[in-house]
């Protein structure tokens, strides 16, 4: 086993939003991950994960970034970006390079560097029209990237299985407890290293909604989700205003 130690950063995707343990923290594909590498490393193993919802790259980069490369370890997971696609305000001429010199420092520290290839959450989300291109063009620069500098990387948007509905949240943007397993599965897959087999499996795909229970789905989810989501950034507040790193330091992890 090569890695002893393991820090993730990111924003939601990365925390564990919407998989939660039973009292109610999120876990996440990070800590699955974690929890199967330590299962191989031993008691020594160490576990970091800075991830907070609602970051934005150049917070990550500021915040995270340096925290992690503090800790030395011998794998970080780096997922950024998806937050910023969303705003109007997303400048890709700058945002290309710095993801660049980003995985350059990551990668001259000495860890492995995990990246992903985000999955197409587009298809249940308004605003496709301006949203996917950056969202593609987003992907596009994560592979140039890991292949430039040795990166490890996780395409989930090449995955399908991604479009059922049911491997997300009711605020369909972020993951089930089933996708954050299929995640942690691919990660895994990636590194070399064995998983529960259960964690690849699907549910089947729903039956299709007839369209006036869809087109009531989709005002209700307008009012739990999307309009909070609008306010939040009216007001310039952020869902993780109020939220700190939920493991900050690399720890051992406890093993069931």
């Not at 999120?26 to 907070?52: H, K, M, Q, S």
Request: glycine share 8%.
């Amino acid at each position: 086993m090569r890695w002893r130690s393991f820090v993730a950063v990111g924003d939601s995707f990365t925390e564990g939003m919407d998989d939660a343990y039973p009292d109610g923290t999120y876990r996440g594909w990070a800590d699955l991950v974690a929890t199967r590498l330590a299962a191989e490393a031993g008691p020594d193993f160490g576990y970091a994960n800075l991830a907070i919802r609602g970051r934005l790259f150049p917070n990550i980069v500021a915040e995270q970034v340096p925290a992690a490369l503090a800790m030395k370890p011998d794998l970080i997971s780096f997922a950024a970006g998806g937050n910023d696609v969303l705003r109007r305000t997303f400048d890709p001429d700058a945002f290309v390079p710095r993801f660049d010199a980003v995985i350059a420092e990551l990668r001259a520290g000495g860890a492995d560097v995990v990246l992903f290839r985000f999955a197409d959450v587009m298809a249940r989300l308004p605003g496709q029209r301006l949203v996917a291109p950056r969202v593609n063009l987003l992907n596009r620069v994560v592979g140039e990237v890991a292949e430039r500098h040795g990166a490890i990387l996780v395409d989930l948007y090449a995955d399908d299985t991604y479009l059922n509905p049911l491997l997300w949240s009711t605020d369909r943007l972020h993951l089930s407890a089933a996708g954050h397993r299929r995640v942690a599965g691919q990660v895994l897959a990636a590194l070399g290293v064995a998983c529960d087999e259960d964690w690849l499996l699907v549910p089947p795909h729903p039956a299709p909604t007839p369209w006036l229970a869809a087109r009531a789905a989709d005002l209700r989810w307008a009012g739990h989700h999307l309009a909070p989501w609008i306010k939040r950034r009216l007001t310039g507040r952020s869902s993780g205003d109020l939220i700190t790193a939920k493991r900050p330091v690399l720890g051992p992890i406890t093993l069931d």
